[in-house]
């Protein structure tokens, strides 16, 4: 199984020059096994899987959403295969959120916001609601999804590959963002959704120090994450969904106190690849 980090900073897209070596891409993941793919969210940084896409023979995707956030569906309308009809795109959520995927995506794309619509895409265009515990099976990759708290909504999710042919097969990946913790009780759900995984990647955008004062905005820490991380004994942990404001230095100062508790354990940054 192979992830590319296409986007991994959190709320707004960033481009400074205390920016280069983490970049600023907002969330957006692509997992692949052999042919298939599977990717998690379309922030910013899917607008770069689309440039890569329409140079390769892949005229399918499938794309999940933990939740419908600007930060997380804002590459959508510049996702160039959208504008071609050769392409098939199927957009996946799950479980209840305050509005469905097509409410959320027509609203977005409508006047005075996004004056093209959907009708201006010339793709052929799925929406695909599942329940909160449905797999989702797309090839060798099965997704699953885990409710976790978060303003309107949002569900971590899960990909493991079922071809026992592939020798790298049962690999595992959880992506889990957006979500606020309660400093008094780990979420064991996510625990018990995350155990053993081979990566998990979680929402880092604060510190323990300033939790307080963000309170109610829907986000967690570092170290909560690097916590639910050795509860869930999880092979190897990235701190994900940067706070947009977080400098390269400080997210290298916070690499290195992270790998302080847990070894194996890093700061995901644009444009990585990892082979699990
Ligand atoms: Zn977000
Ligand atoms: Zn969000």
Known sequence: MELFFWGTRGS???NTPNHRLFGGNTSCIGVNQG???VVFDG???LIHLGSDMIKSDRKEIDICFSHFHSDHICGLPFFKPLFDSAFAVRLHSFGNNDASLYEAMSGYLSSPIFP???DGFKAQIEFIEHDADDALTIGALCVSACPIPHPGGAHALKVASTDATAADNN???VYATDTEHDPKAMNENLVRFMNGVDMAVYDCTYDDAEFDTKRGWGHSTWQEGVRLAMAAKVKQFGIFHHEPERSDDMLLAIEAAAQAMMRQC???RDY???EL
Do not use: Q
Request: charged share 20%.
């Open 266 to 268: 890093f700061v995901t």
């Open 171 to 173: 690999k595992s990946f």
């Open 272 to 274: 990585m690849r990892i």
């Open 43 to 45: 922030g910013s940084g």
């Open 35 to 37: 042919d298939d793919m």
């Open 116 to 118: 093209i619509g959907l």
């Open 12 to 14: 707004l897209p960033m």
